[in-house]
């Protein structure tokens, strides 16, 4: 009795409203009240969440029925869910998410707005956002707030989502809809907008699973952003997050950005160091990208550093394997041990596939474990400057624990132009990138279309 009595309190000091838990009782409940920073003098007013219902339905599984706003269309994708309770913009614009319906477990979202997309940083890059668009299939939030607060905030997350064609639900139980995903584990599911869930329409789902998700973010042609340092890199784009490239440019390192299936083992002898990026998906689409990798490390010495995709990727190339997670590993805040130092890091992370320890290859031991669940964290070589990281060291939202790892690797990479300029000085030769061949890069990332394999043999030259 007790027991019925404080779960009837909490729920109307928490004010659960007539969708929170509908998905499981199948019943109506008192009327919801958002959430919102209505009070404060300088917000500034959203539309309001259209009364038009929308369902998130998970395959095989309940319907959660809310309220839609952003983009008023259905769409399908693999259901995952994020702990981080700061950072929507930079979550939704992560190339990561791509193909993926996003559920929010911070209760209210949207209350500092969107920024502009206009602002860039002195790289020319994107100062509030990942990439330019948002990359999940749709999203899921408890509360979406009704006015927003913020000095850069330009519009808010129901008309941002509503200029991107993604579709949203609000007013539903998303401490419900997490447990669910945690104990079944990520899977399929749909938000429908304005229409009754049909059993029947079960087969529409679009398994991202089997889909290369890596070749939808990557450029499609090769960009150069410059810094004012000496050092040059070549990153392969699997998704690329602008964090990443801010991260290395800050540091003094100008990048080559080269599409995620470009044989990179062919142009690498140009370069000071070689960069995996991040990326969706399974990484054991990325074929080529494995087998550039291999050949890279096999005859090459240059110092490579991989992040989330790009360590599965590494991993890969090196003949170890990868498994998928049961619901992945995306928030802000989750503990990473370093086993070369004994230390424990705050690190941000969002993937859902991981590499097997047990299977890494002699040269390799592993660098980092995760507290949480044991899964791997890192990769490093026993005797040439090749690491990898599954977490991101960059952690746009935060925390910046690990962004030393940027210096560690060009330190290596400094090191390695050092021995290869020495090398060059005492044959004669020239192996470095030449300022005219960087000039003719584009200067961001590039939708069109070109053949990787031909722009290489050019560069071989």
């Known amino acids: 009795m007790l027991q019925q009595i404080y779960k009837r309190t909490i729920c109307q000091q928490t004010f659960i409203g007539r969708a929170r838990l509908q998905g499981h009782l199948g019943k109506k409940l008192w009327p919801r009240h958002l959430a919102t920073v209505a009070d404060y003098p300088e917000a500034q007013p959203s539309a309001p969440v259209s009364p038009r219902p929308a369902m998130l339905t998970i395959r095989g599984g309940p319907t959660f029925s809310g309220s839609s706003f952003g983009s008023y269309r259905d769409v399908s994708g693999e259901a995952v869910f994020t702990t981080s309770l700061v950072g929507y913009p930079e979550s939704l614009t992560d190339p990561s998410y791509r193909g993926q319906i996003?559920?929010?477990?911070?209760?209210?979202?949207?209350?500092y707005g969107v920024p502009s997309m206009e602002a860039r940083d002195e790289f020319n890059l994107l100062r509030h956002f990942e990439s330019e668009y948002i990359q999940a299939a749709g999203v899921v939030v408890a509360d979406v707030a009704q006015r927003f607060s913020h000095w850069t905030a330009v519009k808010s997350l129901d008309q941002w989502c509503k200029?991107?064609?993604?579709?949203a639900v609000t007013g539903v139980d998303t401490r419900a809809i997490v447990t669910l995903l945690r104990e079944q584990g990520s899977t399929l599911a749909k938000i429908t907008v304005g229409e009754d869930y049909d059993a029947d329409q079960d087969e529409a789902y679009q398994d991202t699973g089997s889909i290369n998700l890596v070749k939808h973010v990557s450029t499609k042609a090769p960009f150069h952003v410059p810094s004012s340092g000496d050092l040059q890199i070549a990153?392969?784009?699997?998704?690329?997050k602008e964090g990443i490239l801010r991260s290395l440019t800050q540091r003094g390192a100008s990048i080559t950005v080269f599409p995620w299936d470009f044989p990179i083992d062919k142009v690498a002898h140009h370069f000071d160091g070689v960069f995996i990026s991040n990326g969706p998906g399974d990484p054991t689409h990325c074929v080529p990208t494995v087998e550039a990798l291999r050949n890279l490390t096999n005859s090459s010495q240059i110092p490579v550093f991989g992040i989330c995709l790009g360590h599965q990727l590494l991993a890969l190339a090196a003949g170890a394997k990868t498994v998928k997670l049961k619901y992945g590993n995306r928030a802000h805040n989750i503990p990473?041990?370093?086993l070369t130092t004994g230390r424990c890091h705050i690190?941000?992370?969002?993937?859902?596939?991981?590499v097997d320890a047990t299977t890494l290859p002699a040269e390799y031991k592993e660098y980092w474990t995760n507290l949480n669940d044991s899964s791997n964290e890192g990769m490093i070589h026993k005797s040439r400057p090749i690491f990898s990281t599954q977490f991101h060291p960059e952690a746009k939202g935060g925390p910046m624990d690990t962004a030393f790892l940027f210096d560690i690797y060009l330190e290596s990479v400094k090191r390695y132009k050092d021995t290869k300029q020495r090398l060059a000085f005492g044959s004669g030769a020239d192996h470095g990138v030449g300022p005219l061949l960087l000039n003719a890069f584009a200067k961001g990332r590039v939708d069109v279309q070109t053949d990787s394999v031909n722009f290489a043999k050019a560069l071989e030259k």
Do not use: E, M, W
């Not at 996003?102 to 209350?111: D, E, S």
């Open 336 to 338: 990473c041990l370093d």
């Open 102 to 111: 996003l559920v929010f477990t911070q209760p209210l979202i949207g209350n």
């Open 235 to 240: 990153l392969v784009d699997c998704g690329v």
């Open 163 to 167: 200029q991107q064609g993604v579709p």
């Open 347 to 354: 690190t941000s992370q969002n993937h859902g596939f991981a």
